[in-house]
């Protein structure tokens, strides 16, 4: 019985020790350490930052004092620390702390920073890991792509204060093209002026900053905003142009050809740019003399101050080549560059007041063939032409007047006289003349006022004549109402050589109407003829072993024989 007790007494006490032991551990997690977090930087702008501290594990130790570090590392390696107190504060887990920190001057742009939340206590110092920061405040407002002419200042708003003087504005990277700027209002206004050249329509840049430490790029660059170009068109150097004339187009960014947002304005009219220049003739359905220009490049829409106006010809320099025709003949008309003021394309050309209407045979820059019709009344007209968007009045008149002739120089001719003719003749006009019914073939020989033709080698005999006119191209001719009755008289051959002596070889004759086509001879021998142009003399020759004496020489036409008066004498 005894022992039982005693044994129950060291259990007891081993139980007791177990209870002890356990009480123990339970005290040392109570005063576990404290864990805090730094959070990250809340940038107002570049004096002006908030730090976030948190307690993430808490115990119940008496917190001494909490607040912040702040490291500043500069461009150069140097970093200074500095420590911000605040008034310590019963903060539960997870409770944040956050603080307003205004710099004594603005936080530098080229810098490194960072800061750690720390919390001290009795029994020890604890701080959540840095959160390292830069302060770059410089920043355009607007974040839409700006549009701007070449040489253009733009004004930016936004803050620009951190921008030193080592720094620069740049054309897209910075190697590229620098660009001037200044500031007003406090730095919170950007001044740039856009390059001059280099950029046409539509294209786009950025306006890069370019901080440069040292003299060194630095790395840190930044786009600032983009430029899309729009192109400028200069008012033209002149305001009156004719249908056809090229208007020079000049300005700055002007694409070499087509360009989306880019369009010349005429009379209300979008006409795509398509190059350096344009002419009215080009643009459809244009009415009038003067219309409105300008153009639209997808920012502004500009009309100059002066509309354009059609230049129209002078009728001083319309030149008909000879002032006088009959109905249903051919003008020829120069004078005038056709292609500057009509684009080589009469529309209607007409005669006079009344508009008698002219069809238009032929026309090129340079030239224009006109037909008069065959019903025109007799009169005295202007010339009217009108195409495009230009019209024209000749200063000097046509006069037209029907074809008529009556007399003529004498009535009886051998064939290759000239017969003369006067009458109301142009010498730009072609004349025929009809002997009966043969058709002469050699041209008249015109002056104003006469013509001169040549008999035909016809067979002999009285014949009607009459005289006409008539359009090359046309088979149609007009006849003039006279008619007079002339003979043709019959050829006659007379011998100028009645004596010849060989070697000789060689007659001489004269006569009227001598003809290369006819046969000559002497005696049965046919020779070789050579006429002259008057058709009144000529030479034989031969070459065959004729006889000595006295022969004949005759010459064969188309009706008959005809000999001359003396013999010739073939002497050995």
Not at 69 to 90: D, F, H, Q, R
Not at 138 to 161: H, M, P
Not at 283 to 298: P, T, W
Request: aromatic share 12%; net charge neutral.
């Amino acid at each position: 019985m005894k022992i039982n007790i005693k044994i129950l007494l060291l259990l007891l006490s081993s139980c007791l020790l177990m209870v002890a032991c356990s009480k123990t551990e339970e005290t040392e997690v109570l005063i576990a350490p404290m864990q805090v977090s730094t959070m990250p930087v809340t940038i107002k702008d570049e004096s002006q930052i908030t730090f976030t501290g948190k307690i993430d594990q808490i115990n119940k130790e008496t917190i001494l004092a909490m607040g912040f570090i702040l490291s500043e590392k500069s461009a150069s390696g140097g970093t200074v620390n500095k420590e911000i107190t605040v008034n310590p504060k019963e903060l539960k887990a997870d409770q944040t702390l956050n603080y307003v920190y205004n710099s004594e001057k603005p936080f530098d742009i080229d810098n490194h920073y960072s800061y750690k939340f720390y919390v001290k206590t009795k029994n020890g110092y604890y701080s959540g890991q840095p959160m390292h920061f830069t302060i770059d405040n410089i920043k355009v407002e607007t974040e839409k792509t700006t549009l701007a002419y070449l040489g253009e200042t733009l004004s930016f708003k936004g803050n620009f204060k951190q921008f030193k003087e080592t720094y620069y504005l740049s054309i897209n990277s910075e190697a590229g093209q620098r660009l001037e700027y200044s500031f007003k209002d406090n730095q919170t206004t950007l001044l740039v002026t856009m390059p001059k050249s280099g950029f046409t329509q539509d294209q786009k840049f950025s306006i890069i900053l370019c901080k440069a430490i040292n003299g060194m790029p630095y790395t840190n660059n930044k786009q600032l905003t983009e430029i899309k170009v729009v192109a400028k068109i200069n008012p033209p150097s002149k305001y009156s142009y004719a249908f056809n004339e090229t208007i020079p187009i000049t300005g700055m960014g002007l694409p070499e050809y087509f360009a989306e947002n880019l369009f010349l304005l005429v009379d209300g009219k979008r006409i795509p740019y398509y190059g350096n220049y344009i002419r009215l003739s080009e643009i459809e359905n244009l009415r009038g003399n003067n219309f409105k220009f300008g153009y639209v490049n997808g920012r502004d829409s500009v009309i100059f101050d002066k509309p354009l106006t059609v230049e129209q010809p002078s009728g001083d320099l319309l030149h008909i080549l000879g002032e006088h025709t009959h109905p249903y003949s051919e003008l020829f008309v120069d004078g005038l560059d056709f292609y500057k003021y009509f684009n080589s394309k009469i529309e209607h050309a007409s005669l006079g007041e009344q508009k008698l209407p002219l069809s238009i045979y032929i026309q090129n820059s340079e030239l224009l063939y006109l037909h008069v019709p065959e019903n025109t009344p007799e009169g005295i007209y202007a010339l009217n032409l009108v195409g495009g968007l230009s019209k024209v009045s000749s200063s000097k008149k046509l006069t037209v007047k029907k074809f008529n002739w009556d007399s003529i120089n004498k009535n009886s001719l051998y064939p290759g006289d000239t017969i003369r003719v006067k009458g109301n003749f142009y010498n730009h006009i072609g004349y025929g003349m009809v002997f009966g019914n043969f058709d002469m073939t050699d041209h008249a020989m015109i002056s104003t006022g006469s013509a001169a033709f040549v008999v035909p080698n016809i067979t002999p005999g009285k014949y009607k004549i009459n005289i006409y006119y008539g359009i090359s191209s046309s088979l149609k001719r007009i006849y003039a109402p006279q008619e007079k009755s002339i003979e043709v008289l019959t050829p006659t051959l007379n011998n100028l050589t009645p004596m010849l002596k060989k070697p000789e070889n060689v007659i001489t004759i004269s006569g009227h109407g001598l003809h290369s086509s006819f046969k000559y001879y002497l005696g049965n021998y046919q020779l070789h003829a050579s006429i002259n142009e008057d058709r009144k003399s000529g030479y034989l020759y031969f070459w065959e072993d004729i006889p000595a004496g006295k022969h004949k020489i005759y010459m064969v036409t188309e009706y008959g024989k005809i000999e001359a008066k003396d013999l010739i004498e073939i002497q050995k």
